[in-house]
């Protein structure tokens, strides 16, 4: 839909953009004019609309690749916050999980499940490509598909993580590649086995 930016001079709370890089040229050039007009709207903590932009790609990349028009690009980024992935903030997932369960369960008045230890080491392993979206997706289809009273990890269908990797030595060394085998296949085994010592058992190792 076209962004009518005649509107905001009447709109009152906040205005979120997302994904600033897809509207359209011309609808850049309106809005950086109008930014440039109104700079209160941006800056000031006492305005009665806050413009918000939303964006999954660096500055220089904003402007190389998406060619955004520069000066809208300068007037939004008079305060620039940057909000980690998931993959760099696990330690956020289970209260994030928690977050997203509890609103999806009041939404669709189902009971609250239980998420075990090893459903969220799952979850806490994946690298969450798609971010917060991606979480919110694998929630809500947990929830609503098995209807489950607790998560075990086999029922958190998660994509394929990484692209199979290739049989070649790594820098020459066959220990070290065995190693990094050693080490997927543990990483992929423990979830099931979430604790050094049962999954110690599992495959047949001491536990040191």
Known sequence: TMLDVTKLDRFNGWFVIEGVE????????????????????????YSTCRI???????????????????????ALSSL???????KERREDLAGLVRQTLQAYTERYDVPMPTVTKGALLKISLYSW???????????????TVNNLVEWQPEDLRLPEDEC???????EGSLDKTVKQWEARLLKALYPQYPSTRRLAKAVGLSHS
């Open 52 to 74: 918000v932009s939303l964006t999954e790609q660096l500055g220089t990349c904003l402007l190389s690749r998406y060619q955004l028009h520069r000066p809208l690009y300068f």
């Open 80 to 86: 620039s916050l940057y909000v980690p992935s998931l």
């Open 164 to 170: 199979p990797v290739s049989i070649e030595l790594i």
């Open 22 to 45: 897809y509207l359209s040229p011309e609808v850049q050039v309106l809005l950086a004019n109008w930014l440039n007009r109104h700079s209160e709207f941006s800056t000031s903590f």
């Open 129 to 143: 490509p798609g971010n917060l979206k991606e979480l919110h997706n694998i929630c809500l289809q947990t929830l």
